[in-house]
């Protein structure tokens, strides 16, 4: 079936390092993908996303590029702040009548200082 | 724009009691509203779908006649959980689409999310 897989947490970072966080998807058609993030103890905001074959996303110093001939939305930022810190969620929606959103399991970030 | 609100933000109840949990669409006409469920360090789980003055749709798995949802207008959906139980304690997300479902690439706007605990 539809899938999102993400790369295993927690993620610990110094500030200013490099991140990448991988995401690869299975679906049939063409879907959309996205980047929610979650600060703790609050819902999901939407980061970034993007809709068609090599569209990038970008938002905050983050993007992502739709890479279909690789199934993947990898997540990156050149350096990270100590804000940065949350959950990170891949997803893909647009397969359905629906519109269900499939979340991939979420990939947790601390950045120290 | 596109905010989504819930209410309330955290509900403790005692078990056997019935909750209900209130998402609007501050800004848009949400034609089409989402509940999700999400246990601590894990990922969201779609509850069920629903479309402003039809039922809802649930996912395999999920009791509609546990979780009643109900989406009156344009801007209002709410879930009631009923009778509860402590195995019912989680964080209660809604999300609500200004397109109709089946569009296929619209954007989703989350609420802050509802905890509940069932004592």
């Known amino acids: 079936g539809n899938s999102v897989t993400q790369m295993e947490g927690p993620v610990t970072l110094s500030e200013e390092a490099f991140l990448t966080i991988n995401c690869t998807y299975t679906?049939?058609?063409?879907?959309?993908l996205f980047w929610y993030v979650q600060y703790p103890g609050e819902g999901l905001q939407l980061l970034l996303k993007?809709?068609?074959?090599?569209d990038k996303g970008s938002n905050k110093g983050f993007e992502a590029t739709y890479r279909k001939e690789t199934t993947s939305f990898h997540l990156e930022k050149g350096s990270v702040q100590v804000s940065d810190s949350a959950v990170y969620f891949c997803?893909?929606?647009?397969?359905?009548?629906?519109?269900?959103?499939?979340f991939g399991p979420g990939t947790s970030l601390s950045v120290i200082p | 724009g596109a905010v989504v609100s819930q209410h309330p933000s955290w509900v403790i109840c005692k078990s056997g009691t019935s909750v209900k949990i209130e998402c609007r669409s501050l800004d848009f006409q949400a034609t089409t509203m989402f509940w999700y469920r999400q246990f601590p360090k894990q990922s969201l789980m779609l509850m069920a779908t629903s479309n402003e003055g039809s039922k809802a749709t649930y996912e395999q798995g999920v009791e509609k006649d546990k979780f009643l949802i109900n989406h009156a207008s344009l801007t209002l959906s709410t879930l009631t959980v009923t009778s509860a139980h402590p195995e019912d304690s989680s964080f209660y997300i809604c999300?609500?689409?200004?397109?109709?479902?089946?569009?296929?690439?619209?954007?989703?706007?989350f609420g802050p999310g509802t905890r509940l605990l069932v004592l």
């Open positions: 999300s609500a689409s200004p397109g109709l479902a089946g569009r296929g690439q619209e954007t989703q706007y």
């Open positions: 997803a893909l929606s647009g397969l359905t009548s629906y519109d269900k959103v499939i």
């Open positions: 679906a049939t058609g063409y879907p959309s």
């Open positions: 993007a809709t068609k074959a090599d």
